[in-house]
């Protein structure tokens, strides 16, 4: 039975990462996916890979899940936060049931074929879309975010972190698989542009910064990078003022495509931000948290006090948009032992894998949709930053693996 459940075991796990965009498709699967691995867990980890958890991101992460319980409890939020508190589980969970899994490779491919599995389906479905509206749907903007497998921010996050495998997958000398790999980076910053994923290319913009720092050929690439950066700078800064013309907050005669068209970019946030930044001010030095619902009413009555446009401010309203910032979330949510908690998680993983591109980059590019989304709020978000989190810290076991 054992033999069995550890031959099962690492490909239950790996076609769990490969159809989680298709959940709303098949929905029972990856539930019975994560029973199967939570059943089978027991019989196929060994007291030695236990040993695994004795690193102090691990420690960090393990500590920041069991205040968020602690925190709810003592304030008697534990029902009301427990939505979010699960996200955070899955994550924990993933990192705990990948443990007796030891081929890294096959999982980053897994996430490779999903991306393109996710892009063929939404080409298809954009197609189709296309076909029977007898509209062209790409001047139609809010019909061809829709007709996407998944939202569009989080296939960005795919699509980034496939780019980033890929990148890292390419060998110097020529090999087969680097025509594959290369063609895949192709096509997922294709479709990111045909998609418009704006946050998705600044994140691969800053990687590409980043790997400027690291390899060879340094003294001449890293001013060069600064360079580049000062230029773009200043080209932001020239074109600043039309920017700041744009009031989102005052009335204005927007037809509804137009909003919904702002709000699936940077409207919302803007003003989630600002009313995030007024809910902070109004309760001072957050010790103790407001809870996740709590964080929500607070934001709802912002917005009904401070968006002019009737129809925006219903809609943010009904919507109950949430901070859009998995770190400010944390803090309005949690308190400020939850931020430096979760803070401390991205300083500990840091400090062990800064030496190395590739988890480097896979740091900020989860620190960077961190900052762009609540990742923790969406089943699928935690997914992904459990994957994220199982690379990174398999790195550290690594690390800490030479050293003894």
Known sequence: MKILLGAIYPY??????????FDNYI????????????????????????????TTPVIIFFSFFLFLIINALIFGRLESDFNIIKKVLIAVGLLLLYIPVHDLGKLKRAIIYSSLATILFS??????????????????YPTLI??????????????????????????????????????????NLLFLFLIVSKIAILILVFVLVLRQFYGKNKKIRIPVTLLTIVLLSVIYLSVKDDLKKQNF????TQTETNFVKNTLTWDIRTIVWHCSAMVSNEIGLNLKGLGFTRTKDKLVDCYGENIENNSKRDKFMSERFNTHNQFIDFYLSTGILGLLLFVGLFVAVFLNVRKDFFATALLLILGSYCFMENVFHRQLGAYYAGFILIILLTNIWKIKKIKE
Request: glycine share 2%; no cysteine; proline share 5%.
């Open 123 to 140: 080409i298809i479905n954009i197609i189709i879309v296309n076909n029977t509206s007898g509209e062209f749907i790409f001047e139609d």
């Open 12 to 21: 239950a796990f790996l076609l769990l990462y490969l159809i989680i965009p």
């Open 27 to 54: 929905r029972a699967l990856p539930n019975i996916l994560l029973v199967i691995l939570v059943v089978a867990f027991p019989f196929v980890i060994s007291k030695k890979e236990l040993s695994k958890l004795k």
């Open 146 to 187: 829709e007709s996407l497998l998944i939202d569009r921010i989080y296939l960005g996050f795919l699509s980034v972190l496939s780019i980033l495998i890929s990148y890292h997958s390419l060998r110097p000398k020529f090999l087969p698989e680097n025509k594959y790999y290369l063609a895949n980076i192709i096509v």
């Open 249 to 252: 907050l005052v009335s204005n």
